[in-house]
């Protein structure tokens, strides 16, 4: 390696080119076929000397450029960079529950790629796209890193906190309701499958499903926690009657209840405790739109929406709903649309505990009219 600093010293004292190259001190050998040794360090110290002051130059330049304008050139970039992060990262959280869990593709994610087009626009109307046409490989290829590793470190943490990948419903089951064909694990507590009610006190048709869940439930464990009351006086079938699962718990052996109501008399979801990951999971998979009432029962049996049509109970007491469910000839109309739901609860928890290898109860399994859907349940 050449000594430019002995160079530097013997220029200074007017030594000449060849004298300077044959000093041993400076280290030079001259390329093969170069001739004159003196003429092609000369050549090579100007070389050097010249890319210095280019470098120089462009560090000089970038100190004295403000930060508003460094801002405005590297804005395109950066809105390609976004964009492309962001359209990645939808796709994929599109096909994965497991990255949806804290933003799912629609919409919170795509804003990100709206922000990047934003962000890309002003910088081509306000800015410089001339970097962006000179190097425009540079920031797809950062978009495409950031767009495959952030969902994925996403996707990897969640997974390692239990948290399911859903696949899409695509099974038709008894009742409205729907599964997926390839299955996961069965989502339990304790071993027994967890029934997953997300609702609100101030829902009509919370309400008015409320009572086959009752009924189901207590054919499964003692249902404690519960009270009654009525749906919102403001909203569409003001005072449904309804069964309040705001503090319900479930003493059961095979079957879990995980209820998150809400307990406000208000026609959103206000007041539902927050979910976790596995809720949001569900949720975010299967009721991206937060219709309420959802249900999942043992991870794998999902419906959405009313089991119940409220107007079955418009103009009654909570009081008048149980007196019938304990005398059904009372008003038999009322009560079978009740048991019929009843019955497809049963038998969705019934399936759920086959799949998870506990027993349910015999008083449940004994009923022909329940085990008659369970056959039907693929």
């Given at each position: 390696?050449?000594?430019?600093?002995?160079?530097?010293?013997?220029?200074?004292?007017?030594?000449?080119?060849?004298?300077?190259a044959?000093?041993?001190?400076?280290?030079?050998?001259?390329?093969?076929?170069?001739?004159?040794?003196?003429?092609?360090?000369?050549?090579?110290?100007?070389?050097?000397k010249?890319r210095?002051?280019?470098?120089?130059?462009?560090?000089?330049?970038?100190?004295?450029?403000?930060?508003?304008?460094?801002?405005?050139?590297?804005?395109?970039?950066?809105?390609?960079?976004?964009?492309?992060t962001?359209?990645?990262?939808?796709?994929?959280?599109?096909?994965?529950?497991?990255?949806?869990?804290?933003?799912?593709?629609?919409?919170?994610?795509?804003?990100v790629?709206v922000?990047?087009?934003?962000?890309?626009?002003?910088?081509?109307?306000?800015?410089?796209?001339?970097?962006?046409?000179?190097?425009?490989?540079?920031?797809?290829?950062?978009?495409?890193?950031?767009?495959?590793?952030?969902p994925?470190a996403i996707?990897?943490?969640?997974?390692?906190?239990?948290?399911?990948?859903?696949?899409?419903?695509?099974?038709?089951?008894?009742?409205?309701?729907?599964?997926?064909?390839?299955?996961?694990?069965?989502?339990?507590?304790?071993?027994?499958?967890?029934?997953?009610y997300?609702?609100?006190?101030?829902?009509?048709?919370?309400?008015?499903?409320?009572w086959?869940?009752?009924?189901?439930?207590?054919?499964?464990?003692?249902?404690?926690?519960?009270?009654?009351?009525?749906?919102?006086p403001?909203?569409?079938?003001a005072n449904?009657?309804?069964?309040?699962?705001?503090?319900a718990?479930?003493?059961?052996?095979?079957?879990?209840?995980?209820?998150k109501?809400?307990?406000?008399?208000?026609?959103?979801?206000?007041?539902?405790?927050?979910?976790?990951?596995?809720?949001?999971?569900?949720?975010?998979?299967?009721d991206?739109?937060?219709?309420?009432?959802?249900?999942?029962?043992?991870?794998?049996?999902?419906?959405?929406?009313?089991?119940?049509?409220?107007?079955?109970?418009?103009?009654?007491?909570?009081?008048?709903v149980?007196?019938?469910?304990?005398?059904?000839?009372?008003n038999?109309?009322?009560?079978?649309?009740?048991?019929?739901?009843?019955?497809?609860?049963?038998?969705?928890?019934v399936?759920?505990?086959?799949?998870?290898?506990?027993?349910?109860?015999?008083?449940?399994?004994?009923?022909t009219?329940?085990?008659?859907?369970?056959?039907?349940?693929?």
């Amino acid at each position: 390696m050449v000594d430019w600093e002995r160079v530097e010293k013997l220029r200074a004292k007017g030594v000449d080119w060849a004298a300077i190259a044959a000093d041993e001190k400076v280290s030079y050998a001259a390329p093969e076929g170069s001739g004159d040794a003196g003429r092609a360090l000369k050549a090579l110290y100007y070389s050097k000397k010249s890319r210095g002051s280019t470098k120089r130059a462009r560090t000089a330049e970038q100190e004295t450029v403000p930060n508003s304008t460094r801002l405005k050139r590297a804005m395109p970039a950066i809105g390609v960079i976004v964009m492309v992060t962001g359209l990645l990262w939808a796709i994929i959280a599109y096909e994965s529950s497991l990255v949806s869990v804290f933003l799912p593709a629609y919409p919170d994610v795509l804003l990100v790629v709206v922000g990047g087009a934003v962000l890309l626009g002003l910088g081509v109307v306000f800015g410089t796209s001339s970097s962006l046409r000179e190097s425009w490989k540079k920031p797809i290829a950062i978009g495409i890193i950031l767009g495959l590793v952030i969902p994925g470190a996403i996707a990897l943490g969640t997974s390692s906190l239990g948290v399911p990948n859903l696949s899409p419903l695509n099974v038709s089951e008894p009742g409205g309701w729907q599964s997926e064909s390839n299955r996961n694990p069965v989502w339990s507590d304790s071993n027994a499958p967890v029934v997953f009610y997300y609702g609100s006190i101030a829902c009509p048709y919370c309400s008015a499903s409320s009572w086959a869940l009752q009924q189901a439930l207590a054919q499964f464990g003692t249902l404690n926690g519960i009270s009654y009351g009525y749906s919102n006086p403001n909203d569409v079938y003001a005072n449904t009657p309804e069964v309040e699962f705001v503090s319900a718990s479930l003493s059961s052996n095979s079957i879990s209840l995980d209820a998150k109501e809400g307990n406000v008399d208000s026609s959103t979801t206000a007041g539902i405790p927050p979910l976790s990951l596995i809720e949001q999971d569900y949720l975010n998979a299967y009721d991206p739109g937060g219709s309420i009432p959802f249900f999942v029962v043992g991870g794998v049996f999902v419906h959405v929406g009313t089991l119940i049509n409220p107007p079955t109970l418009s103009g009654m007491t909570d009081s008048q709903v149980q007196q019938i469910i304990a005398n059904p000839s009372s008003n038999q109309q009322v009560y079978n649309t009740i048991h019929q739901q009843q019955l497809y609860l049963e038998a969705f928890m019934v399936k759920a505990d086959q799949l998870a290898g506990v027993t349910p109860p015999a008083s449940v399994t004994s009923n022909t009219a329940v085990m008659d859907i369970v056959a039907s349940i693929s």
